[in-house]
């Protein structure tokens, strides 16, 4: 069984930056796609980027060119570096493990969620 934590998450002023982090134990995530979503008060959960096991990566477009998802597989961890951060990023951020190596497969395993708060 998998287990996701995720760290990072805190308050930040509109602008900063964060880097969200998620670490994976009970078994290794290497071969498997993985992704952050968020969900705001009110809102439904929504994607907001994966990577695949070899690397490739997909955004929401409201995050492009701010967002960089990454991992490192011999930490069994992946990365979302945040900057320019708006107040409508705020949000509880989850690690998620998908099925496969691709994204477009199924989660299987989420993580407890780290809280996001963006201030103007």
């Known amino acids: 069984q998998v287990q996701l934590v995720e760290s990072g998450g805190g308050l930040v002023q509109a602008g900063g930056s964060l880097r969200l982090s998620c670490v994976a134990s009970?078994?290794?995530?290497?071969?498997?796609?993985m992704g952050w979503y968020r969900q705001a008060p009110g809102k439904q959960r929504e994607l907001v980027a994966a990577?695949?096991?070899?690397?490739?990566?997909n955004y929401t477009d409201s995050v492009k060119g701010r967002f960089t998802i990454s991992r490192d597989n011999g930490k069994n961890t992946v990365y979302l570096q945040m900057n320019s951060l708006k107040s409508e990023d705020t949000a509880v951020y989850y690690c998620?493990?998908?099925?496969?190596?691709?994204?477009?497969?199924?989660?299987?395993?989420w993580g407890q969620g780290t809280p996001v708060t963006v201030s103007s």
């Open positions: 009970g078994s290794t995530i290497s071969l498997n796609a």
């Open positions: 998620t493990k998908y099925y496969s190596s691709s994204y477009y497969s199924g989660n299987d395993h």
């Open positions: 990577i695949s096991a070899g690397g490739y990566t």
